[in-house]
């Protein structure tokens, strides 16, 4: 993720400096490189969830699993300040996932906080339960594209949310007459090898199909094609039978989608479906809000 996150840095910034010297201004630098980003993880180390450590004198922190992404975490720390021996609890947390999501386990629940930071992207609205609803949604996708003879592209907010979408039709399998062919993009494929590395990770409902299916994992089915060869990417858009496209840039500004998005959303019969949150100002917002003209 750090390395497409570099590589977007520094794609932008071409883009940026053209523009800019067509104003006669000078260029600038990207944040940081893809050289930079491999450079960065030489100062990583790992620490188990539910494994208390020690951050500094009077601070101990414990990672919980967020349930968001693959090995995403909240923190909880007890910190205790020694001119007055007071003590508190600050519970932190970026992405929190919901539970009964596909693959991934439920996330934690943090018990007791003095002090609760945490992101709220979705914190004004109320989320329907999933039950039918969710697993419905990949059926609804297939059946829709089949009956047009048309192409999908699905807009995920980032590569764990391709690695899911790429698991639900393979545990379908070709069960259903409308089931059309999906075809996932780069990131979202490395992030469903990093899923499919670790089956400690899955949930009892991925454990329980496995075993009824006789499979071993369930992200392979005769219908699902990973896309990392960019020929194979263009391509795609001469398909003549209909699929469902992938891809894993959630704002619509960068990456194959872009490509996708040139060729397919003028044609009536195909369908843009974006799945998630889209920024203020982004691509992925105005196709989101209905905008004609971006």
């Not at 007071?86 to 970026?94: A, E, P, V």
């Not at 259903?176 to 899955?202: C, I, K, M, Y």
Request: aromatic share 6%; charged share 25%.
């Amino acid at each position: 993720m750090l390395m497409d996150s570099g590589h977007i840095q520094e794609t932008d910034v071409v883009y940026v400096n053209k523009k800019r010297r067509k104003d006669n201004l000078p260029p600038i630098e990207p944040l940081y490189t893809r050289q930079d980003a491999q450079a960065s993880l030489s100062h990583f180390f790992s620490v188990g969830l539910e494994r208390p450590f020690l951050v500094a004198d009077g601070v101990e922190a414990t990672f919980h699993n967020a349930g968001h992404i693959l090995g995403s975490a909240w923190v909880a720390l007890e910190i205790r300040e020694f001119s007055t021996g007071k003590q508190w609890r600050l519970i932190f947390s970026g992405d929190v996932g919901r539970p009964g999501m596909a693959i991934l386990k439920d996330p934690a629940l943090p018990d007791a906080a003095d002090i609760l930071i945490l992101e709220s992207t979705y914190g004004s609205r109320l989320h329907p339960t999933r039950g039918k609803r969710g697993r419905s949604s990949g059926m609804w996708c297939a059946r829709r594209c089949a009956a047009r003879q048309g192409d999908y592209s699905l807009v995920c907010r980032g590569a764990h949310a391709g690695a899911r979408l790429h698991a639900q039709p393979a545990r379908g399998g070709r069960r259903h007459s409308h089931a059309a062919d999906l075809r996932g993009q780069p990131l979202a494929v490395n992030a469903t090898e990093v899923f499919r590395l670790h089956p400690e990770e899955w949930d009892e409902e991925v454990a329980t199909f496995l075993k009824e299916e006789g499979r071993r994992n369930p992200f392979d089915a005769t219908h699902v094609e990973y896309v990392r060869d960019v020929v194979r990417s263009k391509k795609l858009n001469y398909l003549k039978e209909s699929a469902i496209i992938i891809s894993a840039n959630g704002m619509a500004e960068n990456g194959r989608i872009l490509h996708h998005l040139k060729n397919n959303i003028e044609e009536p019969e195909n369908t843009i479906l974006i799945v998630s949150f889209q920024a203020e100002h982004t691509l992925g917002r105005k196709l989101a809000s209905g905008a004609r003209v971006a």
